[in-house]
């Protein structure tokens, strides 16, 4: 069983930055490859990153490739997305997601197995 916290959303400036984090529970935090997604008022659930369990490999929507950043710390329990020159459009509920998978880069939300509660992220233009 993992449980996952996101924090670090906010109201930030286009063009500004924000870091989220997701601290997890459980021992075999590190075993685990971890995503996040987000969802815009009436729109569905998009990928948005995604961190492999050694954090060797990642994999970003081409939506934020260039702009977004996942990584890990296995030692902290702790997944970060940090995201720069944000846009109208990043707004957003954003969640972290854990699943255990090999040689594989997991996007759709039903690969992944724990869930975060969510943070708001809003970007005024």
């Known amino acids: 069983q993992v449980q996952l916290v996101e924090s670090g959303g906010g109201l930030v400036q286009a063009g500004g930055s924000l870091r989220l984090s997701c601290a997890a529970s459980?021992?075999?935090?590190?075993?685990?490859?971890l995503g996040w997604f987000r969802q815009a008022p009436g729109k569905e659930r998009e990928f948005v990153a995604g961190?492999?369990?050694?954090?060797?490999?990642?994999y970003y929507a081409d939506s934020v490739k260039g702009r977004f950043t996942i990584s890990r710390d296995n030692a902290k329990n702790t997944v970060y997305l940090q995201m720069n020159s944000l846009k109208p459009e990043d707004t957003a509920v954003y969640y972290c997601?854990?699943?255990?998978?090999?040689?594989?880069?997991?996007?759709?939300?039903?690969?992944?197995?724990?869930w975060g509660q969510g943070t708001q992220v809003t970007v005024s233009s």
């Open positions: 997601a854990a699943t255990r998978v090999d040689n594989y880069y997991p996007t759709l939300g039903y690969e992944y197995w724990y």
């Open positions: 459980g021992r075999t935090f590190s075993s685990y490859a």
């Open positions: 961190i492999t369990w050694r954090g060797v490999n990642t």
